[in-house]
């Protein structure tokens, strides 16, 4: 009888649905300092009992028709089912903790400290049953576990990006090292003559400082407030790791062709991006997609199987 409650499609539905409903409670009630509250939120502890309820409900059932642990198709032993058991087992802990806490005509939104032990810490883990709702979609269970199976692929790219970002902080130390550091200044002071100051150069194609009484020189601490250079190993991987996410690499760009040229920087910076950026996450989406299919092709073998056994 409880298998076959535990596999009625309108109980699933109805999980679901307490599923969402909580999670509508837990993103409208509103922690107060001090252990204060107000009657909406006790209404929404008054609720949070009722799901409580449905929840370990819910999982009864479900060792009662599958087995605890010893079964091969066991409630523990499947993964998503543990995720659901532990939640359900941490809040039925906090509220025998927060009963106990409560001393005769305490104020029920009052939590106590049991032995040194804080329950509102404990209560706070109610923010996992919105988690439920993977276990309850087949189709999260899909990605999730694509997400997972494709941890060690994505690691050897991870891998592939520090490789490349060490080799170009190298290139880049070679090429760029010193050249952020000038700016335009006045002539015979210390005051930088523009509101944004630009990287310049001394000679050939980089930026001039065409203001009156100006000059090129040294000493400026650099864009960004001195992170953005080539000055040492780790400023120039950080300076490459900026570029690989696309975040302001332009700018980079351009900082460096002020600073020296047009002839090597656009070569550097274009390739970077290309190699480093595009090519890389085209690379992350295609082990996605490729653990994807494999995934839904199980699921869709599952669901074959599980057709015919009913039949």
Known sequence: ACI?????????????MAIFANCVALGVYIPFPEDDSNIANHNLEQVEYIFLIIFTVESFLKIIAYGLVLH????????????DFVIVVIGLFSVILEQFSHKPGDAHHMSGKPGGFDVKALRAFRVLRPLRLVSGVPSLHIVLNSIMKAMVPLLHIALLVLFVIIIYAIIGLELFIGRMHRTCFYIGSDLVSEEEPAPCAFSGHGRECLLNNTECRGKWEGPNGGITNFDNFFFAMLTVFQCITMEGWTDVLYWMQDAMGYELPWVYFVSLVIFGS????????????GEFSKEREKAKARGDFQKLREK
């Open 72 to 83: 091969p198709s066991a409630y523990i032993r499947n993964g998503w089912n543990l995720l």
């Open 4 to 16: 076959s409650i535990v596999e009625w499609k309108p109980f699933d539905i109805l999980i679901l």
């Open 278 to 289: 595009l090519f890389v996450l085209n690379l992350v989406l295609g082990v996605l997609s």
